[in-house]
């Protein structure tokens, strides 16, 4: 059957949509957080019950299997249920009261109290490879309605069916939950993206998706009258380092559970570990015959396989890599492509004089091995790098691997012990960003329920009378969160912490 064709919101609708949600944002970002939180567990309940009708639309717009998008609808909804408890908690808000002190040591102190407040109207871009938990209820969705911001979300073209769809289901289960009117919007067109962007009213962005885009939009907020914060998650290699003793304890588990996660979706996670770091000498048959078996599949759209295919072509060719498993693009009866494994190898030496050319992130199945002579090397090659969303290291306990940790630590915004970089837990201790290119903002996460950082500013008030304050910094707590008063953190009768689970 034909589907319908999804036309670009024009300049006036997307002027009335943003000007909607600015209209929202003083009444939204008035309500207490336990008020809010009751209307992200809303949206959740009726993501969770819309399930089997989005689920079909993700499948045919994505090419994704049905298993995995219901898995991705699941962590969708956890994670609005876990800023739902972050809202309940309170301690997000970092409330702090500093009272008059006339004898203050560097002269009388005045009081003064300080707050986290909503920024107002955010823009978020989907990403094509998570059309649920990246996507228009996702993660940078999920934290701004969480810090008090009405949303507009940008739908990303490989999925606008779905991106429609599923606006409509949260905006409903947001009226019905009592936000008011504009809190949540869908628009789409990618010259509306960049109309987005520069829009007056917009305070933020957040976005998922590749270097260049990434790039385009970050210079254009920065370029308004006002610049505004720019959160984007862009591009990352995500290296593997593996020592001596570790291949010789366990090598063939180490390569087989590589060939896993770079071939994991296709190779279509941000997370993809793109570069493996090996002892010369180290047997590869384990790893080739593994990327061999793997069968063909589809990826997320044409944009992507050609990106991808154009890719892999400027790999192989190159002069100093040596090519172990070139993988092949199939056409089925409907003329849909499906793309193999890629595998490439190539010496640290040879690594670092072809950096810019050997350390482009290909996003789809294709990884480079490169073979090191000496752990002098291994640190070379981890000082080459750029910023990184996660680097990993497969090490003994007697290894001596502590200064290579350190320096990887310096690019990466997560450093993983003998485990594997696709798979973000959310969850309150994670980090999903990294020193640019991995993202615009190196102090901020998309992933976990920090996110909510980026879309508060900090506001103080000094002498304002009580009534005049917002509830989180009046005397008596009355909303009873943790603050921190005249220097010590004090916490609220009875208080039991944010619940994991909201």
């Not at 962590?75 to 739902?84: E, P």
């Not at 990434?214 to 020592?243: C, K, Q, W």
């Not at 295919?309 to 492509?337: F, I, M």
């Not at 917002?470 to 009768?493: C, Y």
Request: hydrophobic share 40%.
């Amino acid at each position: 059957m034909t589907q319908p064709t999804l036309q670009d919101t024009s300049e006036t609708e997307l002027d009335r949509t943003t000007n909607a949600a600015a209209e929202a944002a003083a009444d939204f970002g008035a309500l207490r957080p336990q008020e809010r939180a009751p209307m992200l567990r809303a949206v959740a309940d009726a993501l969770d019950a819309a399930a089997d009708e989005l689920v079909p639309v993700a499948q045919r717009e994505s090419r994704l299997p049905e298993p995995r998008l219901r898995g991705e609808l699941a962590r969708t909804t956890f994670q609005l249920r876990l800023f739902a408890g972050v809202l309940e908690d309170g301690g997000y808000l970092e409330a702090t009261i500093d009272t008059a002190d006339p004898d203050w040591p560097m002269g009388a102190r005045p009081d003064v109290r300080r707050v986290l407040q909503p920024l107002g109207p955010v823009a978020v871009f989907g990403a094509s490879n998570f059309p649920f938990a990246f996507s228009v209820a996702g993660g940078d969705s999920a934290s701004a309605l969480a810090a008090g911001c009405p949303v507009v979300v940008k739908a990303h073209p490989g999925h606008p069916e779905l991106s429609v769809r599923t606006g409509a289901v949260v905006t409903e289960a947001l009226r019905s939950a009592g936000a008011p009117e504009g809190t949540f919007a869908v628009v789409l067109g990618d010259e509306t993206g960049r109309r987005l962007v520069q829009h007056p009213r917009v305070r933020a962005v957040g976005f998922t998706g590749s270097i260049a885009g990434g790039r385009a939009l970050h210079d254009l907020a920065m370029s308004r009258p006002d610049p505004i914060p720019f959160y984007g998650e862009l591009g990352s290699l995500n290296p593997v380092f593996v020592t001596r003793g570790a291949v010789e304890a366990r090598g063939e588990r180490i390569l087989s559970g590589y060939a896993d996660s770079f071939t994991l979706g296709v190779g279509q996670f941000c997370t993809k570990p793109g570069v493996l770091l090996l002892p010369e000498g180290t047997p590869l048959d384990t790893l080739v015959e593994s990327v061999r078996q793997r069968p063909a599949a589809a990826m997320l759209n044409e944009r992507v396989a050609s990106g991808f295919a154009s890719g892999v072509d400027s790999l192989v060719s190159h002069p100093e890599v040596e090519v172990l498993v070139r993988g092949e693009a199939t056409t089925n009866g409907d003329g849909d492509q499906s793309w193999s494994p890629t595998l490439v190898r190539t010496s640290a030496r040879s690594l670092l004089e072809h950096t810019s050319e050997l350390l482009e992130e290909r996003f789809g199945p294709a990884s480079v091995v490169v073979t090191y002579s000496t752990d002098q090397e291994l640190e070379q090659v981890a000082t080459a790098l750029s910023g990184q969303l996660t680097a990993t290291v497969h090490a003994e306990d007697a290894d001596p691997v502590g200064p290579l940790v350190t320096r990887l630590s310096e690019r990466a915004g997560r450093v993983l012990f003998n485990g594997w970089p696709t798979g973000v837990a959310v969850t309150h201790a994670m980090h999903h960003g990294g020193p640019y290119p991995a993202s615009t903002s190196v102090l901020h996460t998309s992933v976990g329920t920090t996110a909510i950082r980026r879309f508060l500013r900090p506001v103080s008030y000094q002498d304002v009378p009580q009534h005049l304050l917002p509830d989180a910094l009046r005397d008596g707590n009355p909303l009873r969160i943790p603050r921190r008063v005249n220097g010590t953190l004090e916490l609220p009768p009875n208080y039991t912490g944010a619940n994991a689970t909201g």
